[in-house]
């Protein structure tokens, strides 16, 4: 079935570990995006990407990292997790940056 | 500071009858506007769109209408059912104008229960 994937599911981290969510998209979109959740904040963006090879800062970017070396695939890494970044984190892709987005299952986070 | 606001935290409906969102945004440049329905333990869907040139957009039991006047736009569910209980968000872009081409501003959400 076509659609975004992220892994894991679910980690609890220690802090100060370091972290990679992963996204994977089959859909072919140019444009992919790291969004958390937060009880009472909805959803922030953190970095983004319109195309394979580049990448952006969102709303919240501070602590964490992205890469874009394919059109399928943008991880988002945490280099030294605080506990501050215990949250769900939400991959999004959208065919190019002005087309609704399509969220992937989400991957809850606790650091420790 | 929040670009798009849910003011309605949550909402309470019984089935059957309307279930009216409300979203309120600041930004001017803003000229697509979406909404996204959460349940829990899974990613927002896409539900609607609306785009600055229409006043009403509707897809089945969904409507979107937006007041370009008053920076306002309201999400109209008739009849509502049990099965739309969930989180609703509203977000907004600008497509063709401002220096963030297509990034999604997102209202916090509105919990909406349907009970029957």
């Known amino acids: 079935i076509a659609g975004i994937t992220q892994a894991p599911t679910s980690q609890i981290l220690a802090a100060g570990r370091r972290m990679t969510l992963r996204c994977t998209q089959d859909?072919?979109?140019?444009?992919m995006y790291w969004y958390r959740q937060d009880l009472g904040l909805g959803l922030r963006l953190i970095h983004y990407?319109?195309?394979?090879?580049?990448?952006g800062k969102g709303e919240v970017p501070d602590g964490y990292s992205v890469s874009r070396a394919n059109t399928d695939d943008f991880p988002l890494t945490l280099a030294s997790a605080v506990p501050s970044q215990t949250s769900v984190y939400f991959c999004?892709?959208?065919?190019?940056?002005?087309?609704?987005?399509?969220f992937g299952p989400g991957t809850r986070l606790t650091v420790l | 500071d929040q670009q798009v606001k849910q003011n309605s935290p949550s909402l309470s409906v019984q089935e059957g009858r309307i279930s009216i969102l409300n979203c309120d945004y600041t930004?001017?440049?803003?000229?697509?506007f979406l909404w996204y329905k959460k349940y829990p333990a899974e990613g927002p869907t896409f539900l609607i769109s609306?785009?600055?040139?229409?006043d009403k957009n509707e897809d089945g039991r969904f409507t979107v209408f937006l007041n370009k006047s008053a920076k306002h736009l309201s999400l109209h569910i008739v009849p509502s059912q049990p099965g739309d209980s969930a989180v609703y968000f509203c977000?907004?872009?600008?497509?063709?104008?401002?220096?963030?081409?297509?990034?999604?501003?997102f209202g916090r959400g509105t919990q909406l229960t349907v009970w029957p």
């Open positions: 999004a892709s959208s065919a190019d940056s002005y087309n609704e987005q399509f």
């Open positions: 859909m072919r979109h140019n444009a």
């Open positions: 990407s319109n195309t394979a090879g580049t990448t």
């Open positions: 930004n001017s440049m803003f000229d697509y």
């Open positions: 609306i785009s600055s040139i229409k």
């Open positions: 977000a907004a872009s600008a497509r063709w104008r401002g220096s963030t081409l297509g990034r999604l501003y």
